[in-house]
Nanobody
Framework: QVHPVESGGGLVQAGGSLRLSCAASGSISSINAMAWYRQAPGKEREWVGSIDAGGTTQYADSYKGRFSISRDKVKNIMYLQMNSLTPDDTAVYYC?????????WGQGTQVTVSS
């Protein structure tokens, strides 16, 4: 079993940056991919981007060039660097760890961007 735990959320002003972390514990060696999602108030949860075991990243078009995913394999932590934030980026950000095709959600971390 994999247990992702997000951190790093908070309040940031528009135009600012924030880096979220997702620390994975449990069966680390069995993780083949990790992903970030977000859910804005009143909206459905949406995929932001992913990183696979080889370090290859993919992003939803809306976030390309502004958000960046990276991973520290030694510390078993995935990061989401978010730049040029706007109030529309206000959401709960979730991490998901995949073992095969089975995904395990973290509890989420709140990001609030003030105008």
């Amino acid at each position: 079993q994999v247990h992702p735990v997000e951190s790093g959320g908070g309040l940031v002003q528009a135009g600012g940056s924030l880096r979220l972390s997702c620390a994975a514990s449990g069966s680390i060696s069995s993780i083949n991919a990790m992903a970030w999602y977000r859910q804005a108030p009143g909206k459905e949860r949406e995929w932001v981007g992913s990183i696979d075991a080889g370090g290859t990243t993919q992003y939803a078009d809306s976030y390309k060039g502004r958000f960046s995913i990276s991973r520290d394999k030694v510390k078993n932590i995935m990061y989401l660097q978010m730049n040029s934030l706007t109030p529309d980026d206000t959401a709960v950000y979730y991490c998901k760890g995949f073992v095969g095709t089975t995904g395990v959600w973290g509890q989420g971390t709140q990001v609030t961007v003030s105008s």
